[in-house]
């Protein structure tokens, strides 16, 4: 560990002709040192708590700690030794609370790595933008296995990334008419409302906790070949009106939709393949859990949907773009809509159909509603 009286200042690494901001400084020990410590370009990593002034909560001040724009200070938490939701609430809130050029500056990036996490993380603080001269909106990312919660009345308006794990909130709120408080902040702009979900392969997923609500933040599937879980853990209506945003990296993903809970999820904005990849990279669809979802847009999507549990409900007869469906046994397709919708393929618990009508009177148990599927020939 680092000992003494002096600071520890990140610049970053020089570049052929200018300083540029990448490069990481981990730090892993017991550091005693009392001096500041101030991040100017790059990522400054935190391995355990110990490692921030020996886990002194006092030092961990605005005073003592600056994150400069477009620079990022990574803490571990959940593990032997790492950060707790209690030192997270504590940290973010003195960094935030009163800034002078110092502190979380406008634009830095605070990020949570819980790959050690054995339980959810649970931040209860009450997070803002950073307030004072060179403060302002923040970016907040979550990088790692594990789970990490917001419970707080939270203001802050900056951007949520989510590049592995699990977010878990009881509110996302909206931009236009939204709260001044909720689990996910209070978003400002379109931009700064819009959620980057993934990066690498494997999965992310959301947990909604709440009593139900209505949100346009846009979701933004930023990953390469992975799978975006939208858990509705909560009761009531969960409405999300945004067309996703799936720039894909030439990648294909999967939308997996779960809840065992009375709780409604409804996706009303539409669902596309990866934009950067037409007619190569799919969005596919899965529906797990006891819960109910429900598509209401008209989607474009071509990858395969399986309802493996549940009930996937389709009120719109273009729900379903042009997909291959798979229903498993003791699943259930609802077409709440008058007509037909056409897909390429129907499998019902393993069972290719021949082309032809489906309704819910041929295949009792499998589909519900009024309308009909059109299985290409």
Known sequence: GMTGSGGFTQIGPIGAFSRINVGEVVLWGTNTYTGPTTVHMGTLILKKAASLYNADLASWTASKITVHPTATLQISAGGPGEFTGEHISALISNLTASVNENGLQSRSVFCVDTS??????????????????????????????????????????GQMIIEGGAL?????????????????????????????????????????TGQGETSDRVMNLAGKNSTVIFDHAGTGLLKLTSAFVISGYGHSKTIMLKGDTAGVGELAGAIIDPIDRTGKATTSIIKSGSGKWVFSAENTYT??????????????????????????????????????????????????????????ARVPGFLKGTGVINVQP
Do not use: W
């Open 168 to 208: 878990s909130f009881a509110s996302l709120n909206s931009v236009a008419n939204g709260n001044k408080t909720t689990s996910l902040g209070a978003p400002s702009s379109v931009e700064h409302g819009e959620i980057f979900i993934g990066k690498a392969d494997g999965e992310c997923t959301l947990i909604y």
């Open 303 to 360: 990858g395969p949907t399986m309802v493996k549990q549940g009930t996937l409900a389709i009120t719109n007869a273009r729900g379903l773009g042009m997909s291959a469906v798979t229903i498993l046994k003791e699943a259930v397709l609802e077409l709440n809509f008058t007509g037909e919708v056409k897909v390429r393929s129907l499998t019902l618990d393993g069972k290719i159909q021949s082309p032809g009508l489906y309704d819910a």
């Open 116 to 157: 050690k996490a054995t339980s959810p993380i649970i931040v209860n603080a009450n997070i803002s933008d950073s307030n004072g001269t060179g403060g302002g909106a923040f970016i907040i990312k979550k990088i790692g296995a594990g789970i990490l919660q917001f419970s707080g009345n939270n203001s802050f308006t």
